[in-house]
């Protein structure tokens, strides 16, 4: 079995295991901590993106230019620098800008149960729980840090966007 495949069905199988369950799990046996919640994004974060990484580069090595370039003697590494990176790196950027809009809002989601960042850290999760209670008198105490928590995970999936256009080969004047 091939060390990509084997990476592969690694990451698949981890990912089969839900993150959100993982830190429930860590929380519930050791003090939620930032370092708590880093860590587990962390380790759980590059499966996505190791799954993209092996299905685009398959792809890409079966495309004719790839072959066209095999055949002309270009060594494996040329290829793979010239002709596979370029190409299989604009899905990744987005994706990795996506994750990160991701792993904002679900630590704020940990946060605003207790299971994440704990006070008095700065999160908007509880930034947000505070503000609960006060949300009939002031309710722009639990607002203001959810709309700047939309506002960041917007911003994120409009950064990878940006960068997809401006990074995407297929879109580039020859």
Partial sequence: MACSTRSAR????????LVVVLLLLLAALWQPS???????????GWMGIARLVHGEVRALAARPFVEGAVAVGAKR?????????????TPVIVAAALGVGNAITLE?????????VQ??????????????????NAP????????????????????????RDVLDPSTRNL
């Fill in 119 to 136: 006070p008095p850290t700065p999160s908007w999760g509880n930034m947000i729980q505070s503000g609960r209670d006060t949300l009939v």
């Fill in 10 to 17: 690694t990451a698949s199988a981890v990912m089969c295991g």
């Fill in 108 to 116: 704020a989601g940990l946060s605003y149960l207790g299971l994440g």
């Fill in 34 to 44: 930032t370092t708590l919640v880093i860590a587990v994004l962390g380790l759980t």
């Fill in 140 to 163: 722009w105490v639990a607002t203001a840090p959810g709309v700047a928590l939309v506002l960041v995970v917007i911003a994120c999936t409009l950064l990878g966007d940006a960068l």
């Fill in 77 to 89: 590494l040329r290829v793979l620098a010239r002709h596979i990176l370029p190409n299989a790196l």
